[in-house]
């Protein structure tokens, strides 16, 4: 039920992040992130009203979500280089990469203090607050009037027009191809990386909540060092570099046979990894014309959407095929 849960968020997330591109880049984009916000919320509200919820009900939410956060995401990177100078743009990708590594780190502790103290129906009004005050705050921001091209072609042209562009662009091409390897790599550990710690480590469970801390500091870390190494280095050897360290990180772990050497290893692959996607979002927003842009990263996100589901579904069978340090040393190779 869980992985038919993780499914029904991502799957059509991905259809709608290559499809819902050329919305990004016809219609405002304030009124996009704003009317994503508000019904995410309202999705989410409607699971206070049946207690508890049925199996039905919580799909079709998990749907709405990610549905919805394909439009919002490369509707907010679009938008990034229209908010601030391009002299900060890596700085702004940094802060925003900051600020969510440490809510993915409070929010599971919130969420269950707060079921654990007065229900789930609390957790999701909770939920559903958040996703109005992202609105408000959206609502709030002041982002410059683009020229309407409502009028201009159809949205299938505008769709195969960007498709166009992300192909025969290299460097976009080149983006593309590499996040897609990356995601695989990091989908493919993500979902053993319980047996590694519980079986092959032989750690306790409270380990699990030591890894998971020790990635998520790493690209806190990374995610603030980032202005100064793109400052040094050009955003595409950063971005090389950094997936390269992050793979010789998951090799590393993969032989290792105590937890101590793996949080450590963890801490220096979080940081890399936040590097690296500093590096490819800057990179796709300094480079890509505004008229495009929407589209780009709508199929970035498709891209990571697309290739997340193909590497945990290759998950199982590699780890059963090839062992747990097997498959681990397959994700490092990916990377």
Not at 247 to 271: E, F, I, K, Q
Not at 273 to 279: C, I, K, P, Q, R
């Amino acid at each position: 039920a869980l992985a038919l849960l993780l499914v029904a968020e991502v799957a059509p997330a991905a259809v709608a992040g290559a499809l819902g591109g050329p919305l990004i880049d016809r219609l405002p984009r304030k009124a996009l992130m704003v009317g994503s916000d508000l019904l995410r919320a309202a999705a989410v509200a409607t699971l206070l009203f049946q207690r508890p919820p049925a199996l039905a009900h919580v799909y079709v939410v998990a749907v709405s979500l990610g549905l919805l956060r394909a439009l919002f995401m490369p509707t907010l990177q679009a938008s990034l280089p229209n908010v601030v100078p391009r002299s900060r743009l890596v700085a702004a990708n940094a802060f925003i990469a900051a600020t969510y590594h440490i809510a993915v780190m409070v929010g599971p502790l919130l969420g269950g203090v707060l079921v654990a103290a007065a229900g789930p129906t609390a957790a999701f009004g909770l939920n559903a607050g958040t996703f109005l005050a992202s609105a408000a705050l959206v609502a709030g921001v002041h982002l410059p009037a683009r020229e309407s091209r409502e009028s201009a072609s159809s949205p299938w042209t505008d769709l195969v027009a960007g498709v166009k562009y992300s192909v025969m662009t290299p460097l976009v091409r080149g983006v593309l191809v590499v996040t897609g390897l990356v995601m695989l790599g990091a989908s493919i550990r993500t979902p053993l990386e319980p047996l590694f710690v519980l079986g092959t480590l032989g750690g306790k469970a409270q380990a699990l909540g030591l890894v998971g801390g020790a990635w998520g500091l790493g690209m806190i870390f990374g995610s603030v060092a980032a202005p100064a190494a793109a400052g040094k280095w050009r955003r595409e050897r950063l971005l090389g570099v950094s997936a390269a360290v992050v793979g010789l990180c998951v090799l590393a772990a993969s032989r290792a046979g105590t937890l101590p050497p793996v949080l450590l290893l963890w801490l220096g692959a979080g940081a890399a990894n936040a590097l690296g996607t500093v590096s490819y979002e800057s990179l796709l927003q300094e480079r890509t014309p505004d008229e495009f842009r929407g589209r780009v990263m709508a199929a970035s996100e498709a891209v990571l959407d697309g290739t997340f589901l193909a590497g945990v579904s290759a998950a199982g069978w590699l780890g059963t095929s090839f062992g747990v340090r097997g498959a681990y040393a397959i994700s490092g190779a990916a990377f």
